[in-house]
């Protein structure tokens, strides 16, 4: 049992069932079907479990289990959207602006190493921020707080200005300011990240209080961007696999976005031709 809609698994399943058409995969040679290979997927991302354990439950290996669920994952993941489309999407329905945001996705300790800008060595994947071990994922949110677009992971070490600039979420993030009209909200992480993308004013370096405008103008940002981490929690809350992985950190982007496909099906936000 498990609890996500029967549509939701049919959908699933349809999309397994092309993806086997187009590998001109006979018929009757595999383990599973198409809805049970579906509903098998659903069961990891719902509940997190061990999926050699779900697997037995459908009494496949462990290494079908495994293949079962990557080829789920990169089913998922072929439906996003790339991010000017998303953008000319949320303009076209008349949203005001949308709201950028960074988080950490837990994975086990690595031993991959890398150099800080000081030159020294240190854990590629570890964060300082949150003193922990994982993929950093961008994304951008609705007003509302849905989620409507996820990056690729990026090093934990690395901070969420430097990764929305490396993926180009910035550089499209302001063209979509200055084309569409549609201002993107962030928190003061993304400082001098482009005039399209509204940040905190900070407060002066010899310690003197802000002006009143600038203080009402945090206070409305702080209002309006608090949406945003909805976003995650939408994600994280509903799908228990984003909680902790024990796979290739380098992989999560693409296990976020099939979550992400997930949620637009649950919150009937897929585009019409889908």
């Known amino acids: 049992m498990v609890d996500v809609p029967r549509e939701l698994v049919q959908h699933v399943a349809r999309l397994l069932h092309a993806e086997r058409r187009a590998r001109g995969t006979r018929k009757k040679t595999r383990a599973l079907t198409c809805f049970y290979q579906a509903l098998l997927v659903l069961v990891w991302f719902r509940k997190g479990e061990d999926i050699a354990l779900i697997g037995a439950g459908f009494g496949i290996s462990r290494a079908t289990s495994y293949r079962y669920l990557t080829e789920g994952i990169a089913v998922l993941t072929a439906q996003a959207e790339d991010l000017h489309a998303v953008l000319r999407r949320v303009a076209a329905d008349g949203w005001s602006h949308v709201i950028l ?110 002006a009143p405008d600038n203080r009402f103008y945090n206070r409305l940002l702080r209002g309006l961007r608090c949406q945003g981490e909805r976003g995650f929690a939408i994600l994280v809350g509903r799908w228990k696999a984003l909680r902790h992985t024990t796979a290739s950190p380098s992989g999560i982007g693409d296990i976020v976005a099939a979550a992400l496909h997930l949620t637009h099906f649950e919150y009937k936000y897929l585009p019409e031709s889908r």
């Open 101 to 210: 945001d960074g988080k950490l996705f837990d994975c086990d300790r690595l031993a991959e190493t890398t150099l800080s800008v000081k030159g020294e060595t240190i854990d590629a994947w570890y964060s300082g921020k949150h003193r922990d071990f994982g993929a950093n994922v961008q994304s951008v949110t609705r007003p509302d707080g849905l989620p409507i677009w996820t990056s690729a992971a990026m090093p934990g070490h690395l901070h969420d200005l430097t990764c929305a600039q490396t993926l180009g979420v910035t550089a499209a993030l302001n063209w979509a300011a200055a084309t569409l009209g549609l201002p993107t909200l962030a928190d003061s992480g993304y400082e001098n990240a482009g005039q399209g993308i509204k940040t905190p004013v900070k407060q002066p370096t010899d310690g003197s209080r802000l």
